[in-house]
Every structure is written in structure tokens, then in C-alpha cells.
């Protein structure tokens, strides 16, 4: 399973972003796609998470800011981003727990958010 992100970018304090993931390859059904973020000198951490059933999870510090969502016919996640803070600054990672002969966890390879303040 290939997982490509793309959304990141710069963008000014009090604005918003949308961050895309889609997942592709083989014969798979999903089991939670998520996003995590590492940001520079901080261990990576998760920002949202979704479930096939559509529950979710949120990092306190996003809550209210951040929404989670997903296409099913499109294996895409998606994380609309708004009132970013320059705290938000970080390597954005899109992560697939995936039900193929066993289950299996793929991170796609990374996408920048710059919060200028």
C-alpha cells in the first residue's frame, strides 16, 4: 500500500491548509488512517485520527481547529487545517492501519506546514 500526502505549505497565522492523502496498491480494506506531525527537536505525535466507522480522535491542541474526514470510495483522508498557529509548524505524516492476509501499518513520506507568525 502506497500512501501519497500533498496540501502542505506556507501559510500566515490565522489561516488555513488542507492536507490529502490517498491510499493506493494491492487488495486492502482500512482499518484507521490518521495524521500525525513530528516537529523540529519533538517526537513525532498524532493530530487526528479516523476509523472506518468515522470515529475520531484529536490532539487536544487541535480540537476545534483541525477536522478529520474521509473519502471511502477514494481510500482518501483528508485534514482541513484552519486557524493555524505557528505551533502547528511541523512534517505532517499521513498513517494507514490497513486489513489486507494480516494487518499492516504504511506512513506516506511527509508533507511541510510553515505557520509564519
Known amino acids: 500500500v502506497q500512501l501519497q500526502a500533498s496540501g502542505g505549505g506556507l501559510v500566515q497565522a490565522g489561516g488555513s491548509l488542507r492536507l490529502s492523502c490517498a491510499a493506493s496498491?494491492?487488495?486492502?480494506?482500512?482499518?484507521?488512517m490518521a495524521w500525525y506531525r513530528q516537529a523540529p527537536g519533538k517526537q513525532r505525535e498524532l493530530v487526528a485520527r479516523?476509523?472506518?466507522?468515522?470515529?475520531?480522535n484529536y490532539a487536544d491542541s487541535v480540537k476545534g481547529r483541525f477536522t478529520i474526514s474521509r473519502d471511502e470510495a477514494k481510500d482518501t483522508v483528508y485534514l482541513q487545517m484552519t486557524s493555524l498557529k505557528s505551533e502547528d509548524t511541523a512534517i505532517y505524516y499521513c498513517?494507514?492501519?490497513?486489513?489486507?492476509?494480516?494487518?499492516?501499518?504504511?506512513w506516506g513520506q511527509g508533507t511541510e506546514v510553515t505557520v509564519s507568525s
Open positions: 496498491g494491492g487488495d486492502f480494506s482500512i482499518i484507521a
Open positions: 498513517y494507514a492501519n490497513v486489513r489486507q492476509r494480516a494487518t499492516n501499518i504504511y
Open positions: 479516523i476509523f472506518s466507522g468515522g470515529i475520531t
